[in-house]
């Protein structure tokens, strides 16, 4: 255990500026990451379907659902 997490700092020391920003040396390289994941989210296709071509007909689902139940709820007779 205690060789993996020397392993682990050694390798993190090799990213450069920890003196002049410390931990947040890193911030690029997640900006990057999730940069990469927004790319592949959007153009991306796994069968016919993009991550946001199922959100938006999930959230256009869910808007349908409201509709109909405000509808059946305003057809609704009042109670005695």
Wanted: glycine share 8%.
């Amino acid at each position: 255990m205690f060789r993996r997490s020397q392993i682990l700092r050694n390798f993190l020391s090799f990213v450069p500026g920890k003196r002049r920003l410390g931990t947040y040396r890193f911030l690029p390289i997640f900006f990057c990451i999730g940069g990469v994941m927004e790319w592949i989210m959007i153009n991306v296709r796994i069968g016919r379907e993009t991550f946001y071509d199922v959100y938006r007909r999930k959230q256009s689902e869910r808007e349908y659902q409201q509709k109909i139940t405000e509808g059946l709820k305003a057809h609704e007779p009042a109670a005695k």
